[in-house]
């Protein structure tokens, strides 16, 4: 079976550090190397909600990159491996992650969850209207990008090895 390598960038950027997953994928998008481009697929998710349903379904490996509410300290981030996702979802800090929790879940009713899932949060400080991201999530934006690129370069090793 051919791997497919999805990484979405969720969240909201009209409500500052709600919209980190958005940024850390741009971040993720300048480090990329020019040969792993072609093998991965970056999906700017935004607030889409069901509408990510196809990248899930036909993804084998998806990796979500966003805010996550873990009562951490603002710019902390932690990583929620396959079924520690439900850990993250327990604790939803806006709506579009109940969007994003109810596409997983259609994709798992219909067959089609993708066998690798990997997130990587980071905890928000400030979720008021407005644009750019706090001073606490400048930093942390791209160190959750050098981490997406370590899984991305694991499950495209592991792949070029399992092919």
Do not use: C
């Not at 909600?49 to 966003?66: K, Q, S």
């Not at 994709?107 to 899932?117: D, T």
């Amino acid at each position: 079976m051919t791997k497919r390598i999805v990484v979405l960038g969720v969240g909201n950027i009209l409500n500052r550090d709600e919209g980190a997953g958005v940024q850390a994928l741009k971040e993720l998008e300048k480090i990329l190397p020019a040969g792993l481009k072609p093998k991965v697929e970056l999906v700017d998710g935004g607030v889409l909600g069901m509408d990510l349903l196809p990248y899930v379904e036909r993804a084998t490996h998806l990796l979500v990159l966003d805010a996550a509410d873990f009562q951490g300290r603002p710019g902390e981030i932690r990583e929620f491996p396959g079924g520690a996702l439900k850990t993250f979802f327990s604790g939803k800090i806006s709506w579009h992650q109940l969007g994003f929790q109810e596409v997983l879940e259609v994709a798992r009713v219909r067959g089609h969850y993708p066998g690798q899932v990997h997130l990587i949060g980071v905890q928000p400080g400030d979720m008021e209207v407005g644009l750019g991201l706090s001073e606490a999530l400048e930093l942390s934006v791209k160190d959750m990008a050098r981490r997406a690129l370590d899984i991305l370069k694991n499950w495209l090793e592991d792949t070029d090895h399992a092919g």
